[in-house]
């Protein structure tokens, strides 16, 4: 099992009354639990929490009135993957894909699959269809796309990524899925947070991933290899990234970057080890298939939810 301490801060100058939807906490799944978590903002403002989709999205909506605003969140998450052989994955032909998985196919707002389609086939047509084709799929990008900040904005497409070859984590997730969804492989768009990262990127920050439907499971894919895929905690999960941003502002604010700390804790005495690079398929959503014995790990390790536990360290003010 991982264990992760998790802190983020956010903070703004709202300039007008604004409305924030944020999607920072990381959800909860049979392979992922919130052990632990506080939240807080500065001045203290009403806040709620609402849940939608499947994994579900944990949306938090905050009002703020004109004047500094810092938002602070702690969470220990406790996540556990099932592992498999990459031969052993078969793509699921669409006459046997469940409704819910129909639309992480179609193309979406970043991910114009119907535009790449002829690319696709072009690329990877003629490989047989398996986890080794997606995987295959992955590293075409990894290969073709430089990792470069400041080199794509807020509305950059997978379209824009193909052309321009450059581009940040949420470009790379954005290519891979089209590419896939183009082949009729259903692709979904995952946020969580870069654990493991080259320190040369800069400090810790939200990271994007992707997942692909294959066999009965949704498998992880990370295209830019910034993170160990075991160092992936979940906190949003869409079509792209119009659906899982982490701040969606209504109103008029000045904001500064993230601060974000997240340190794995590793404790081989109560099964709690570090996240590895690793050659097999990795998965934290069973989809269609049984729960398995990582699962029952998961739910047989403490809960301290309701326990006093230290607040993870954050940045100072």
């Known amino acids: 099992m991982i264990r992760f301490d998790l802190s983020i801060q956010l903070d703004y100058v709202v300039q007008s009354a604004s409305d924030f939807d944020f999607i920072i906490q990381p959800t909860g799944t049979p392979y992922q639990r919130v052990t632990w978590e506080q939240l807080a903002t500065e001045p203290q403002v009403e806040w709620r929490e609402e849940t939608h989709g499947a994994p579900a999205n944990r949306h938090l909506r905050v009002h703020a009135e004109p004047g500094d605003f810092r938002l602070r969140y702690e969470a220990i998450v406790d996540l556990v993957h ?8 078969v793509e699921t032909p669409i006459a046997k894909l469940p409704a ?18 002829s690319i696709a086939r072009q690329e990877f047509g003629s490989m047989a269809p398996g986890y080794e084709r997606v995987e295959a799929i ?5 290969q073709r796309t430089s990792f ?3 080199t794509s904005h807020p509305g950059t497409s997978a379209i824009d990524t193909y052309e321009c070859g450059s581009g940040v984590c949420r470009d790379f997730s954005h290519l891979m899925i089209a590419i896939c969804r183009a082949l009729n492989i259903p692709a979904r768009f995952a946020t969580g947070i870069d654990y ?10 939200f990271h994007c991933y992707v997942e692909a439907f294959l066999g009965e499971r949704w498998w992880l894919f990370d295209p830019s290899e910034i993170s160990p895929r075991m160092g992936l905690i979940r906190i949003a999960t869409g079509r792209d990234a119009s659906d899982v941003a982490f701040a969606t502002i209504f109103g008029t604010v000045q904001w500064t970057m993230p601060r974000v700390k997240i340190r794995a804790v590793s404790d081989p005495a109560d099964g709690l080890v570090e996240p590895v690079r690793q050659d097999y398929a990795i998965s934290t959503d069973a989809g269609l298939g049984e729960p398995d014995e990582a699962v029952a790990q998961l739910q ?14 954050a940045d100072p003010a």
């Open 82 to 89: 099932h592992f498999a052989l990459p031969s052993d994955i």
């Open 100 to 117: 819910e998985v129909l639309q992480y196919i179609y193309p979406s707002r970043y991910c114009q699959s119907d535009r790449l389609l």
């Open 138 to 142: 992955r590293r075409w990008v990894k």
């Open 148 to 150: 470069q900040i400041g």
């Open 196 to 205: 493991g990262a080259d320190p040369a990127l800069g400090p810790p920050d």
């Open 300 to 313: 047989a390790a403490p809960n301290v939810m309701h326990g006093t536990v230290p607040p993870v360290a």
